[in-house]
């Protein structure tokens, strides 16, 4: 280590929320979301706003608060989540990765900010293969740390790998900075000389993911027993609950717990591990959620609409491009237009054929608009007359919740007005979950005036308009897509089995009795 110039550490990562259900991730993919090299990710990380993973940003500041280091950037790749990444652009990325650690030895640590729940057409564990690939060039002695979203399907290999895995803690996610940081104090530990013993545990549990909310319910008190665990027990540096991706379709889905301790303390870390997994397997049963049928919801929004009940947010949970659904079905959208619920809005449609032939027509124009002229899985064709309202490039800077402070593309987009109901939606081009509300605002719509807001999200959602809409006036609809929370829906074909809340009997420890699912 140069001690005038601080220590060299290495910053990289892969960012892919893989649903094995969803057409495969293309290089594309990367290209229209981030996908950034060398100084750039030292200039973009250090900007007031960029496109790159949030967490990478708060690394280099809690990097640079620290005192002198030296970054050395290597690839940061991010795509919105879809299917497994093609397998030969993984491979390009493994080998771009390896070649750039390789000239830049020696190094005296690496950051790994990947979001965990990667996988490819031909590796059903790409971030632990990183991880591994990381380990290899680096040798055994230099410090390694990893972040993952909490959404995360962690590998015993990838745990191998690293010296110390953190995972986010909130969900809807407002701490990728925060734990990003925590990353950078674990670090400078470990260069001080701290040596890390580390446990894991996976449970046989996938849960639903409208169940996994942070605010309150069984996934909330996991994780504050385990900040509880980290404030009371000084032995222990991290400990991570992370709830799983179940669309990956995995052996390694499942939540698992990972714990690193100071010390090089092994027991410390394997009794805290154990007493969290624990702790976790003995509620659940409380990690099933019903959602509410689409006529039900349908008739909650016309109500709204009519001044007889106060304004809902619909939550097209199962179309969720955050969880690689493809953000195109209609069959909210269709039953609310048909029912002539008004003053609502829907988005973020993605169809980049009906924004680009509404761009192609101009503010103004009347025509019929067709959803999903070219249909696919659960994107059925939907044709209405509409008026284009607004038209924009899709470019914006949020300011709640996961997007506050990034930087956003829909691709062009548009707001059209259906005939007869008045339904208005926002189409964008690219896939994108409308968690954030400037993708509404830039269209000219305020929020505060709405009946019923359809967002196609799964949960991030909640911390963009919670400002209009309390947990109480949301409502989750049991429609068909690819991000169901309804997990019979799906023929799981790598799942480890049996798992709750899909099998009738699943048994965790020689001494949890096994359960009768309802």
């Known amino acids: 280590m140069d001690q005038g110039r601080g220590p060299r550490i290495a910053v990289l990562g892969l960012h892919l929320e893989a649903n094995a259900f969803a057409p495969p991730t293309t290089l594309e993919d990367f290209a229209r979301q981030c996908l950034v090299r060398g100084d750039e990710i030292t200039r973009l990380a250090r900007a007031e706003a960029s496109h790159l993973p949030a967490e990478i940003g708060g690394f280099y500041g809690r990097m640079d608060a620290a005192g002198p280091w030296q970054p050395v950037p290597i690839l940061v790749a991010a795509a919105p989540p879809g299917g497994p990444i093609e397998q030969a652009v993984l491979l390009d990325f493994l080998d771009e990765t390896g070649r750039g650690l390789a000239a830049a030895l020696p190094l005296d640590g690496v950051y790994i900010a990947s979001h965990g729940a990667s996988s490819a057409t031909g590796d059903e564990d790409s971030d632990g293969t990183l991880a ?215 988005g973020v449609l993605v169809d980049p054929a009906l924004a680009a032939e509404a761009h192609a027509l101009g503010e103004g124009a009347a025509f019929d608009a067709v959803f999903n002229r070219v249909e696919s899985g659960f994107s059925r064709r939907f044709t209405a007359p509409a008026r284009v309202l607004a038209l924009r490039d899709g470019q914006g800077l949020g300011r709640r919740g996961i997007m506050a402070g990034r930087r956003f593309d829909l691709g062009p987009s548009a707001l059209l007005e259906l005939g007869g109901s008045g339904l208005r939606v926002v189409v964008g081009s690219l896939r994108r979950q409308l968690a954030e509300p400037r993708m509404l605002e830039m269209h000219g719509i305020d929020i505060a005036t709405l009946r019923c807001l359809v967002v196609k999200s799964r949960g991030h959602f909640r911390a963009g308009f919670d400002e209009h809409f309390p947990d109480a006036r949301i409502i989750e609809v049991d429609v068909p897509g690819l991000t169901s929370p309804v997990l019979a829906n799906f023929a799981w074909r790598r799942l480890p089995r049996p798992v709750f809340p899909i099998d009738a009997e699943v048994r965790y420890g020689s001494t949890i009795p096994p359960t009768q699912a309802q």
């Open 132 to 346: 591994a690939l990381v380990r290899r060039i680096l040798g055994p002695a230099i410090p390694v740390v990893c972040s993952h979203d909490l959404h995360c399907n962690v590998s015993e290999r990838l745990v191998d790998a690293v010296d110390a895995l953190v995972v986010y803690r909130t969900n809807p996610h407002v701490d990728m900075a925060e734990r990003a940081a925590d990353c950078a104090d674990l670090l400078h530990d470990m260069l001080g000389g701290a040596r890390m013993a580390k446990a894991f545990r996976r449970l046989p549990l996938t849960p639903p993911s409208v169940t996994l909310l942070t605010a309150a319910g069984p996934y909330a008190e996991a994780i504050q027993a385990a900040e509880a665990l980290m404030r009371e027990d000084q032995r222990i540096a991290n400990a991570s609950v992370a709830a799983g991706f179940v669309f990956s379709d995995l052996p390694k889905c499942g939540m698992t717990v990972t714990v690193t301790a100071r010390d090089g303390d092994a027991a410390a870390a394997e009794a805290a591990a154990q007493a969290l997994a624990d702790r976790v397997w003995a509620e659940h049963l409380r990690y099933r959620r019903d959602l509410t049928p689409l006529d039900e919801a349908v008739r909650m929004a016309v109500a709204a609409g009519e001044g007889r009940a106060p304004p809902v947010l619909l939550a097209d949970v199962a179309d969720n491009p955050g969880g690689g659904g493809r953000g195109s079905t209609t069959f909210i959208l269709q039953a609310l237009h048909e029912a002539g619920a008004t003053g609502a809005v829907a």
